[in-house]
Nanobody, 126 residues
Framework: QVQLVESGGGLVQAGDSLRLSCTAS????????MGWFRQAPGKEREFVAA????????FYADSLKGRFTISRDNAKNTAYLQMNTLKPEDTAVYYC???????????????????WGQGTQVTVSS
């Protein structure tokens, strides 16, 4: 089992950047696929990005490609989400998630992930 803690959220202006971190407990971080999801007020939670266990492959929501970058540092048990040129519509609670499945077929699906953090709020003002 793994526990996930997100950090790095906050209030920023449109056009600013933020980097979210997701730190995992335990010694087996490198065996988990990591994902980021977000939930805006009144909307369902949606996929943002995911990264395979080694970090060799990354996946993004089509609408976020080019602005968001997911990465991981297995030595630090941490996954990151770099968010650039933020827009007011990026305002949401951002969650990191983890699971131990190797395949990438369902990597964009919320139901795949077994472990979730508590979320960190990102608010982008116009």
């Amino acid at each position: 089992q793994v526990q996930l803690v997100e950090s790095g959220g906050g209030l920023v202006q449109a056009g600013d950047s933020l980097r979210l971190s997701c730190t995992a407990s335990g010694r087996t971080f490198s065996t988990y696929t990591m994902g980021w999801f977000r939930q805006a007020p009144g909307k369902e939670r949606e996929f943002v990005a995911a990264i395979t266990r080694s970090g060799a492959s990354t996946f993004y929501a089509d609408s976020l490609k080019g602005r968001f970058t997911i990465s991981r540092d297995n030595a630090k048990n941490t996954a990151y989400l770099q968010m650039n040129t933020l827009k007011p519509e990026d305002t949401a609670v951002y969650y990191c998630a983890a699971d131990r499945r190797f395949h990438t077929i369902t990597i964009t699906l919320e139901r795949r992930y077994d472990y979730w953090g508590q979320g960190t709020q990102v608010t982008v003002s116009s």
